[in-house]
């Protein structure tokens, strides 16, 4: 008997590496329970002293456990293993001992060191991420309807604003999309019966003339000096100062606009498809030019962290660094685009490219589109498309200009299912040609197309002034008195819907006695004249008669 009880009392004064509770249990003797009952109230006992020696401290206690939330540490650095150590929180401890066994057995056999560091770092992510902007406390957002921001774009000090400045534009925002989507309702109700702008409507392009027409044409001295100190203070730091520059009217238009964009940049951080700068490409260096993203692009997580890509101009492949990309260039044998090239005149060329047969080609250019455009949604689905890039030839090859995509076969007749001018040709008169080779691609396989939607904001300007510009030539070369929209898309291969949309836009179609009449407004064709022979022979335009293509079959 008395070497049972001797091992009893050598197994449960090892309570700091083992439960006791369980030899215990298995003895199932008498003096054993009477012996663990006793070791269990000691150690409950020592619990309830120290609770009370550090009532004192019981706020200091709180605040530390407000900061952080793990378990304190021993000497070594591990968390406690001790079942003394583990669990002193309950002030009911000492007088539940079940309790307290539960909660001994509990915390013994869970790592307590792991949970609590991995809450506190996402709490660090939360908390510690900060805006990159010099000075700002990453406190409101541009467009008003958050309290932080973690990025450039979402930041009002960069915009040259305050954070009550920008709740204040977002209500009135919000006020005026209200308005301006029950005009629409009402417009949509009536829209067969009035083809021609209401007076409303009239009224308000007058006031946005004349808004235009105030404002003055240049900086004075002052406000010049104004705009270079704060360059000059600031750098790249900051916005410009915008104020002067065009008329308020403008101004608001591009402030709603940049609104948006931040909107939409918050949107997509929230859904993890971007986090707060990390993961965004700002800039490729494209051969000679480095140029600026605009938009998130899905490139492998180890290259679009980088912040910098860059890019071979001629294969489109993606690197990590200039020592890669120079050591690429070295080796690379591209020096146009795969497949056949269709087009050429001077130095501008187009080639097909087949998705099927050059895949990788095809998935690297939808890559570099998407910084640039809005709207893409294709990266890697690129098979049924058949590709049409367009380069400009030097004596070191032939340098990307732009490109759009068709489907091999669409039900719906699109001609072009994704379009882009790359940044460095834009305004040069790119756009409006790419946007003719696909309307000649239709002409000669004699149908009628249109872009696919939705269009981004600068490929829909450009397709209106192609649209205009392509019937204003129609009235000008037409000589009889009688005109349809049949004959004109026919003629043109424009979608008969864009045709409508056009002539609506320059108030050249009438409703009158129940027949839809064109009208040739001679203004409008005079000042569309005079611009074409300001622009003169150097006007890029396409040559049908450089083409050297014919529909494919069965792709």
Known sequence: MP????????????????????????????????????????????????????SHDTADLKQAADQDESPPLTPTGNAPSSESELDISSPNASHDESQAKDQVNRDSDKDLSHRPKRRRCHETYNFNMKCPTPGCNSLGHLTGKHERHFAVSGCPLYHNLSADECKVKAVSREKQDEDMKIQEETNSRHATRHQTPTSKQSRYKEQVAEMRKGRNSSLQKEQKEKHMEHRQTHGNTREPLLENIT???????????????????????????????????????????????????????????????????FCLKYMKSQTILRRHMAKCVWKHPPGDEVYRKGGISVFEVDGKKNKIYCQNLCLLAKLFLDHKTLYYDVEPFLF??????????????????????????????????????????????????SYLLSKVEEKVGSPERPLSDLGLISYRSYWKEVLLRYMHDFQGKEISIKE?????????????????????????????????RQDLIDEWKAKEVKRGNGNKTIDPSSLKWTPPKGT
């Open 3 to 54: 070497r049972r009880r001797q091992r009893h009392m050598a197994g449960s004064g090892s309570d700091a590496t083992e439960d006791s509770d369980s030899s215990a249990e298995r003895e199932q003797t008498n003096s054993s329970e009477s012996d663990g009952n006793r070791t269990k109230r000691q150690r409950l006992t020592r619990a309830s002293t120290r609770l009370s020696q550090s």
């Open 488 to 520: 004109i898309s026919q003629e043109t291969a424009v979608n008969p819907v864009d045709i409508v949309s056009t002539l609506q836009s320059l108030q050249m179609l009438k409703y009158w006695k129940g027949k839809h009449l064109v009208l040739k």
């Open 388 to 437: 049409y890039v367009m380069t400009e030839a030097d004596n070191t090859g032939c340098h990307l200009v732009g490109y759009f995509s068709k489907e091999k076969n669409s039900f719906l007749n699109y001609n072009v299912s994704c379009i882009l001018t790359m940044p460095q040709y834009m305004r040069q008169g790119f756009g409006k040609m790419l946007i003719d080779f």
């Open 247 to 313: 008329s308020d009217y403008d101004l608001e238009l591009f402030r709603k606009a940049q609104a948006r964009a931040s909107e939409d940049l918050e949107k997509l951080r929230i859904q993890g498809q971007i986090t707060e700068g990390s993961n965004m490409i700002k800039t490729i260096l494209f051969g000679r030019y480095e140029l600026d993203t605009w938009y998130h692009s899905p490139y492998p997580e180890e290259y679009a962290r980088l912040g910098r890509l860059y890019v071979c101009e």
